[in-house]
């Protein structure tokens, strides 16, 4: 046997720990002998029959804005499991690094919209610091189907089975195996696994509805624009069109950029560097009229039909920013209030474009009329009036008191699943969790504010009866909060190309877990305009940005009037809305 092997027998003989190669421990058997042991986790039993492991050579990633671009290897580990007496099946799907780039570390990935992964969109960014990485498909039948496909039963009612998993059990039973099957792969025994979440929008809410309830599951996470305050978030992208159903006005496309567009000019110079990037939406709110942008031209030429979103061709939109145009474009940006004029929600900033209201053109008509934002649609139809559409058929009748209603409702009926806004995070802080939280400041789909309110929820609830100062410099020991300049959602923005945006976050976040390197600024790079590769530094809440020296240098100050335009009193709720 030893003559077989020598290179083996001296191994073992001297004790060395040889190291494997990849292609050496990316075998099925292996991945089965690393699986956590039966009994690990109660209620689950994993289907050992089902894993698949192969080696990937030289995957490459570029131009991507959650991780620098890199070529890599992986093993690629999918398996499934089932939960007992549910008769299920959940597939799992995790990416291990070669061992000789395995550096201690594991990682989460979360979804967009009603996904719960992101394909293999964010597993890349686990791998390149050294992280094993997960997704799930949450049980939903395939890794490409998303939770509001499955939520509906026959019956007409929610499977709850869904609405938990997506809510948060995939992602933590996803972690809890994670963690087990990186430790047995890589033979750690007495070595700290450092175990991070990263993900954005969907993803961002699902990182939350973790540090909520798991305080010690992760060491770090990266939660960028979370779709959290879900009742609210998701009735939110109605709005916008009930409010031009409201005001019988429905602006073309190109007027409602003719109004960014004029905005963005205004506004830019007022954080001292005037770049084409908005980066004191605050200011903005406090010196920018809006009716200002009444009379401006705008043209935008003919644009042909398009399958996806189904649209007739479009003729030229040539003409001035009207008062209507305004008055749709300010209501949206003030927020939903009920008809006693009580504050039901907060909205987007200045600066971000107006998707939720773009408007559809019809050519038999030959004019703009009102688009149902399906995001919003299909949780009214789906989840609150359990009929099984994809999107509203109307918005009859709909009024703001109805908006404020379905808020209410969707609030009560999910408040212990999507929710997710627990605002108290002692037993994460108490482990000594680190949490880098960070927002597009232009960003049309999820209202930066929201972001604002959960951090401020946070402090006002973990640190009572201290001074705003002091509490704000605790929280920020630990869980901070980084607007990201221009940035639209979960991305850069073409209409503010300068702006940069935080591309290395997860390293960042494990130099603070591991080295204690505290993200005084969050590290960002220019990924598009004239700095194209340079880097940038972002301002932590709630300090904000100011350029001095025309443009060269940039101080994070403290400025109390611009604080205040980002807290809201929601006075059309009886209870608080964290
Ligand atoms: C796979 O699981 C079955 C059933 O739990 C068990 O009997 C078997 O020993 C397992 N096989 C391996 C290789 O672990
Ligand atoms: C990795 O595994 C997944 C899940 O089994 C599979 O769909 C995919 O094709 C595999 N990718 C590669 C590059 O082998
Ligand atoms: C992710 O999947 C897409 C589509 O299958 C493929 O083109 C791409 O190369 C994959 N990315 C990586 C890093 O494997
Ligand atoms: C809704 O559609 C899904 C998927 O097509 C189906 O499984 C379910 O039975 C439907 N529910 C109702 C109430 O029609
Ligand atoms: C609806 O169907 C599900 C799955 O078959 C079942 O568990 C549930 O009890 C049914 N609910 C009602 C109200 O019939
Ligand atoms: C873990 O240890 C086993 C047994 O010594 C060995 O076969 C395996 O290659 C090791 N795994 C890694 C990733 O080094
Ligand atoms: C708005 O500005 C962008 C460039 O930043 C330009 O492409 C677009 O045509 C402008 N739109 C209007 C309506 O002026
Ligand atoms: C903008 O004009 C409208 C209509 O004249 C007026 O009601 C509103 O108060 C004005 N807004 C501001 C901020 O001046
Ligand atoms: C309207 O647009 C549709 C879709 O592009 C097209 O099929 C149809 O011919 C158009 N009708 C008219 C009257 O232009
Ligand atoms: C837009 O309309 C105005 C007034 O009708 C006209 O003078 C101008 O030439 C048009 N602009 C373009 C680019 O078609
Ligand atoms: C809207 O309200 C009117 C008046 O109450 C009612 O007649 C009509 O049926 C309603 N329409 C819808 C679509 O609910
Ligand atoms: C910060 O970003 C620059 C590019 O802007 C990058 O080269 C550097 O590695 C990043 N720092 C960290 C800690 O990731
Ligand atoms: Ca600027």
């Known amino acids: 046997m030893c003559v077989l092997k020598l290179f083996w027998c001296i191994t073992q003989f001297f004790g060395i720990a040889l190291a494997q190669s990849l292609n050496d421990v990316c075998t099925t058997s292996y991945v089965v002998a690393s699986l956590p042991a039966p009994g690990t986790f109660p209620g689950i039993t994993i289907d050992n029959s089902s894993v698949a492991a192969s080696p990937v050579a030289n995957a490459e990633v570029a131009n991507e804005n959650m991780y620098p671009d890199a070529v890599f290897d992986y093993c690629n580990v999918s398996f499934a499991y089932s939960h007992d007496g549910r ?5 799992l799907w995790y990416w291990l690094p070669a061992p000789q780039n395995f550096q201690n570390r594991y990682l989460s990935t979360g979804g967009g919209g009603y996904a719960i992964n992101s394909g293999n969109g964010s597993l890349p960014g686990g791998i390149i610091y050294g992280a094993a990485a997960g997704a799930t498909d949450g049980g939903f039948g395939s890794f490409s189907i998303s939770a509001d496909e499955v939520i509906l039963l026959a019956n007409g009612t929610i499977n709850r089975d869904v ?5 948060y059990e995939a992602i933590h039973e996803m972690s809890i195996i994670g963690k087990q099957l990186t430790q047995n792969f890589f033979n750690m025994s007495n070595t700290k696994l450092y175990s991070y979440y990263q993900g954005c929008s969907e993803g961002g809410r699902e990182g939350w509805s973790q540090l909520q309830r798991f305080g010690d599951q992760f060491d770090g996470a990266v939660t960028g624009a979370p779709a959290f305050r879900y009742g609210q978030q998701q009735v939110q992208h109605l709005y916008s069109g009930v409010v031009e159903q409201t005001m019988n006005y429905f602006p073309s496309p190109c007027e409602l950029q003719a109004i960014v567009n004029a905005t963005i000019a205004a506004c830019d110079p007022m954080d001292g560097d005037t770049d084409g990037v908005v980066s004191r939406t605050d200011l903005c709110k406090l010196n920018f009229n809006i009716n200002s942008t009444i009379g401006k031209a705008y043209y935008c030429p003919v644009a042909p039909a398009t399958a996806m979103p189904p649209s007739p061709a479009t003729p030229v939109q040539n003409g001035s920013v009207t008062p209507q145009g305004v008055a749709v474009a300010a209501a949206i940006i003030d927020g939903l209030h009920n008809s006693k004029g009580q504050r039901a929600y907060l909205s987007y900033q200045p600066a971000a474009t107006f998707v939720d209201a773009q408007t559809t053109y019809s050519n038999v ?6 688009y149902i934002d399906s995001l919003g649609g299909e949780w009214v139809e789906k989840f609150l009036d359990l009929q099984n559409g994809t999107n509203l058929p109307s918005l009859n009748n709909v009024t703001y008191d109805t908006l404020t209603q379905w808020m209410i409702l969707g609030w ?6 999507l929710q997710t806004t627990w605002p108290d995070l002692t037993p994460l802080n108490n482990a000594g969790g680190k949490v880098i939280h960070y927002h597009g400041e232009s960003d049309n789909s999820i209202p930066t504010a929201s972001s604002v309110r959960y951090w401020e929820s946070v402090r006002s609830v973990m640190y009572p009866g201290q001074s705003y100062n002091d509490s704000a410099a605790a929280l920020n020991e630990w869980y901070r909060l980084f607007l990201v300049p221009g940035a639209a959602h979960c991305a850069p923005n073409t209409l503010q190309a300068n702006g940069p945006f935080p591309q290395t976050n997860l390293a960042v976040l494990i130099d603070w877990v591991e080295k204690g390197i505290v993200p005084t600024t969050l590290n960002a790079t220019y990924l598009a305009g004239q ?3 340079q880097n940038a530094q972002i301002c932590a809440w709630p300090l904000r940005p100011l350029w001095t020296n025309n443009g ?6 403290y400025d109390q009037a611009s604080i205040d335009t980002w807290h809201y009193d929601m006075d059309a709720y009886k209870l608080p809305l964290y």
């Open 87 to 91: 008769n299920d099946q959940v597939l």
């Open 163 to 167: 609405l938990y998993a997506f809510g």
């Open 365 to 370: 008509t030959n004019s703009w009329g009102l």
């Open 412 to 417: 009560q009926r999910y408040e212990d699943v």
């Open 531 to 533: 700095n194209l590769g």
């Open 552 to 557: 060269s240098v940039m101080e994070c100050q």
